[in-house]
């Protein structure tokens, strides 16, 4: 091993610890995060001064880009073109800065993202504001350090004569920092600074009355004093950016929306594209055409809406679905003495006015030694005139120009700078007026000298400076606020109707679980028949609904929980499909089963509630409103028992009576007010004390004493008695027997369990569906009309050993049929 090579151990972590540090410091410092005291980041402090420096001003014709960007790379920034080229053309994009600081020539990119051409096509110079930040440069106003390789100089920070922090914003993202500052009205930002150099004890809230808040170069419309506040504050909060907006009537009664400013850091051409998709996906109803008619006269975005569409609605969907309206979170992180601070609008005006301070005070005594010398030299040159007959003689016996300059100092007591100047003297400026005009510019000399020492010596008259070079620049440079400000933040509510065609439809779910919408116009094509709509084999209808696309499904299940399902988000298919499986519209569970599906338009219905009856007898009463919910999972319904299982959900006005049948032909009626309302998430109370072996099958709820009660048997037995025979009883008694089974060897049975109960008044159609996949309609005039314990008849033929499994009661729907 050589002598040079020592290898020390060292812990990993340790290592990378100090390198992520020395990289992160790094970063923090010298790339993305702004001084407080000019706002700007190096790359852009080294873009301004390069092209100060090489006289790549105003008044002077554009230079390429490349030169710029090759000057600074070469001399200051030692990273690649691209950074500072991007940084430059951040500073020439008026969408992007408050005052430009790059006065661009040639294509610079647009709102709608383009690229700018590259430096060597495109052209550029100082802006007339950016000369403002590097004004009084060469006075010794700032530090200046050696650049990276110690050939030249480049400084620390600039004059930065305006407060261009908060003027031109800033963001960016470093390691464990990131900033975002927005950009603010010049003048109502050097207002404030002036009253708070003044008024040093000026609180945040006499700042808010000059500052109101952002000022983007973009427009729109600012909502949120709130966040405003926070932020100025903390230097963390949130606003919301609206585009300005406006709803025009054409011809024909058509509307169109036009959009004339959008929020600052939108791509036009995204929000476009975004607003067509919406358009082309059908996600809103009424959009006819999205068009972008930006030109020379400024930003113009056309949304055309088709006749009788709602503009307002659209408008308020664009605004939330779309980049319309945007948060803007404030993060006012800048460096402060080499370290990142997050700060409040305050404490940024505080270090300006800081900085300021120091810019003003160290200008005034550059310019003080300036005027010092000067006076210095014209006071020799006038005592010289003087005794002018002297001094010539003295020079005419001396050898030579250093021999003069002894004599000079040594006769008539010139300093060696005095002497000097005294010998560069041109011989017209002996004449008399030239002689009046020496002692009249001592005269002057000596007046400024005074008032330069006032400055340094009277704070009040250094703040007096300041302010009125603050003041020349608003008046030169300010300009009309272009973001509106608004308090409140509006709230976005977007109506069902403006996303979803209202529209009449069918939605099935059948008995295996597949479910479907379809139009009206699609089931009378198929002939208007509920038996011939499409299921899959051995599979039946369960449930129909006509219903509304602006309605909802409220689906029960028996372990006690719903969905909540909006009609237009159940898949659109042809009468004759079978549809798609419930487990792909909604979460549920391969144990659950749907017990009940009811339609739904409105949830505030104060006197609707639902009643829930449960196997062993349990019934519960909650109020419609409970269910209104956003959530599209599973949501909590009722609490069941481990051994029990809700077997109907039923709406009601609260005047009915509930009567519950059992399977072994157990009936109770009582009144429905005999269960109180509940929380949605209770058990509820008894309805029927049941017999071990017994179960509830069904529920009805009735409404005077008209029409009969139907029963049916598993064998398809079934009778109607009188409703009037079952008298209203209390809740949780053991009930009245509404149908009786035959016993005996030598018998044929007339059934096992009730399968299920109707109240009819009309004659009803009914469909058995039994275990070995048959569908059996039959109406309930073939029921006879008996006693309640009467044993029934046969209103089905089943085959031995069949058994029904379940009963349906289908209405049907006519061709012009309305929800």
Not at 130 to 157: G, H, M, Q, S, Y
Not at 508 to 521: A, C, D, N, V, W
Not at 720 to 745: A, C, H, N, V
Not at 746 to 761: F, L, M, T
Request: a neutral charge.
């Amino acid at each position: 091993m050589g002598t040079l090579e020592n290898f020390l151990p060292a812990f990993l972590e340790e290592v990378v610890g100090d390198r992520f540090g020395r990289y992160s410091k790094y970063i923090i410092q010298d790339r993305a995060i702004p001084d407080v005291r000019d706002g700007l980041k190096p790359v852009q402090r080294r873009i301004l001064y390069a092209m100060y420096d090489s006289g790549n001003t105003p008044d002077k014709p554009y230079r390429k880009s490349a030169k710029t960007v090759g000057d600074v790379m070469g001399n200051y920034h030692p990273h690649g073109d691209s950074s500072i080229y991007d940084g430059m053309v951040r500073m020439a994009q008026p969408w992007k800065m408050a005052h430009v600081l790059v006065d661009g020539h040639g294509n610079w990119g647009s709102q709608d993202d383009d690229p700018p051409a590259a430096m060597r096509y495109t052209e550029a110079r100082l802006s007339p504001i950016a000369l403002e930040l590097l004004r009084d440069i060469e006075k010794r106003t700032v530090l200046f350090k050696d650049n990276f390789d110690n050939t030249a100089k480049e400084p620390v920070v600039l004059p930065a004569r305006f407060p261009n922090l908060l003027v031109n914003g800033v963001s960016g993202i470093s390691s464990g920092f990131a900033t975002e500052i927005p950009t603010h009205n010049l003048r109502e930002t050097i207002d404030a600074c002036i009253e708070l150099m003044e008024k040093p004890d000026t609180t945040l809230e006499q700042l808010m009355q000059i500052i109101k808040g952002p000022d983007f170069p973009t427009g729109g419309i600012i909502m949120g004093e709130e966040g405003i506040r926070e932020a100025y504050e903390t230097g963390k909060g949130r606003i919301y950016i609206r585009s300005k907006t406006e709803i025009e009537t054409v011809r024909g009664g058509k509307q169109q929306i036009v959009i004339t400013e959008i929020p600052y850091q939108v791509v036009k051409s995204r929000l476009v594209t975004a607003m067509e998709n919406i358009r082309l996906e059908k996600k809103v109803e009424g959009i006819a055409e999205v068009r972008d008619e930006s030109g020379r006269a400024g930003l113009r975005i056309v949304v055309e809406l088709k006749k009788d569409a709602d503009a307002n609605g659209i408008l308020a969907y664009l605004l939330k679905k779309t980049d319309l309206q945007v948060t803007y979170n404030f993060n006012m992180v800048a460096i402060v003495n080499k370290a990142p601070r997050q700060l409040g609008v305050r404490e940024i005006l505080q270090s300006y006015i800081a900085h300021q301070r120091e810019v003003v005070t160290h200008r005034t005594q550059f310019e003080l030694e300036k005027a010092q010398d000067r006076a210095h030299v014209l006071e020799g040159l006038v005592k010289a005139l003087n005794i002018l007959d002297e001094v010539i003689d003295a020079i005419k016996a001396s050898k030579n120009r250093q021999d003069a300059q002894n004599n000079l100092q040594w006769m008539f007591g010139f300093s060696e700078r005095q002497a000097d100047s005294i010998l560069t003297l041109q011989l017209y400026r002996l004449t008399n007026l030239e002689i009046t005009q020496l002692q009249k510019e001592l005269d002057e000399t000596q007046k400024k000298i005074a008032s330069l020492e006032a400055i340094l010596n009277s704070d009040k008259k250094l703040v007096s400076v300041i302010k009125k070079e603050l003041v020349e620049i608003r008046d030169k440079y300010g300009i009309d606020r272009r973001s509106v400000i608004q308090g409140e933040v509006e709230e976005l509510k977007v109506n069902l109707e403006v996303m979803v065609t209202q529209e009449d439809v069918l939605v099935t779910l059948s008995g295996e679980g597949y479910i479907k919408r379809t139009s009206m116009l699609s089931y009378t094509r198929s002939g208007g028949e509920i038996g011939s709509a499409g299921v899959k084999e051995g599979d039946y209808i369960k449930f129909i609904h006509s219903v509304n696309t602006l309605e909802n499904l409220l689906i029960f299940t028996q372990r006690g929980q719903y969905f909540l399902l909006p009609v237009h988000q159940i898949p659109e298919f042809k009468w004759k499909d079978n549809g798609t499986a419930i487990v792909n519209v909604i979460p549920l569970t391969k144990e659950d089963r749907i017990v009940s599906v009811i339609p739904v338009r409105h949830f505030d219905q104060p006197d609707m509630s639902l009643v829930f009856v449960t196997k062993r007898g349990q019934v519960k009463r909650t109020l419609l409103s409970e269910y209104e919910t956003k959530r599209s999972s599973a949501v909590a319904a009722c609490k069941v028992g481990a051994d029990d299982e809700i077997i109907s959900v039923n709406q009601s006005r609260s005047d009915k009576d509930l009567m519950l049948v059992t399977k072994l032909g157990m009936a109770i009626r009582f009144n429905e007010q005999e269960v109180g309302t509940m929380g949605r998430v209770a058990a509820g109370v008894r309805g029927i004390q049941l017999r071990d072996e017994d179960e509830v099958t069904a529920a009805l709820l009735l409404n005077g004493d008209e029409g009969e009660v139907m029963v049916v048997s598993d064998l398809g037995y079934g009778k109607r008695s009188l409703l009037l025979d079952y008298p209203t009883q209390s809740r949780g008694g053991k009930g009245i027997q509404t149908f009786e089974f035959k016993e005996g060897k030598r018998v044929k049975p007339n059934g096992n369990a009730v399968i299920g109960a109707y109240w009819v008044k009309e004659p009803l159609q009914l469909t058995a569906v039994t275990r070995e996949g048959q569908s059996l309609s039959f109406s309930s005039e073939q029921a006879p009309l008996a006693d309640r314990k009467s044993i029934g008849k046969a209103l089905v033929s089943l085959n031995k050993e069949d058994l029904i499994l379940d009963l349906l009661q289908l209405p049907h729907y006519g061709a012009s049929t309305e929800a």
